[in-house]
């Protein structure tokens, strides 16, 4: 476990605490100086400890704590991120739940790919989210379980769009074919005897009589 590469603070030097009467001292600022590195480890765990708190900061330690207390399994390969999103839906469970806390957990959850479309006339409500993430469908599964009434018809689906792009390369051609016949009949007619397939190619054919 490494905490000092999160160290965010300026190093400690601890001669500059004291009065300005000791700083000079050579026996001072070396018994000093071989304590620094001790308090900037020191002021490290401390920072890392105070990230892990909190679920918004926490890293591998911190939201493996949240998540065995929750009953979540991370998928592999998930990032922190993606993990901190599935704590925080379960984590602010709360009652009684309204339309407005349904939506506010969507944008946390989605990051606004989503569309609810409610009928509360007729007891129906369809959402609509927009995502490749299979972490985003588990958890809205959840929230959908334990949030929405049992007298409300709900409909969802994930909308996945895809575009595809390529590029095609067409080869072009420039053949010439050159027929030549020798003949005294001034009148005779010669015609070239060529098979030609093409295939967006330019043909060139060229009869020379002699």
Do not use: C
Not at 180 to 201: L, M, N, R, W
Request: aromatic share 12%.
């Amino acid at each position: 476990m490494t905490y000092a590469s999160a160290v965010s603070h300026d190093p400690v030097n601890l001669i500059t605490r004291l009065p300005t009467l000791m700083q000079k001292y050579d026996e001072i600022i070396k018994i000093t100086d071989s304590q620094n590195p001790e308090f900037d480890f020191i002021w490290a765990i401390e920072e890392w400890m105070r990230r892990n708190l909190y679920i918004v900061t926490a890293e591998e330690y911190g939201l493996r704590r949240y998540e065995h207390m929750l009953g979540i399994t991370p998928m592999e390969g998930e990032s922190w991120q993606a993990r901190r999103n599935h704590i925080l839906v379960r984590w602010n469970q709360t009652t009684p739940y309204s339309y407005r806390f349904l939506i506010g957990l969507l944008e946390v959850l989605t990051n606004g790919a989503f569309e609810v479309i409610p009928n509360f006339h007729e007891y129906e409500m369809e959402i609509r989210v927009f995502t490749l993430d299979s972490g985003i469908i588990s958890d809205l599964a959840f929230i959908l379980r334990h949030i929405i009434p049992a007298n409300i018809a709900l409909t969802s689906s994930n909308h996945i769009n895809i575009e595809l792009r390529g590029y095609i390369g067409f080869a072009v051609g420039v053949n010439t074919i050159r027929q030549y016949a020798i003949t005294q009949d001034f009148k005779a007619e010669i015609s070239p005897k060529a098979k030609i397939a093409a295939v967006g190619s330019i043909i060139k054919i060229v009869e020379y009589k002699i």
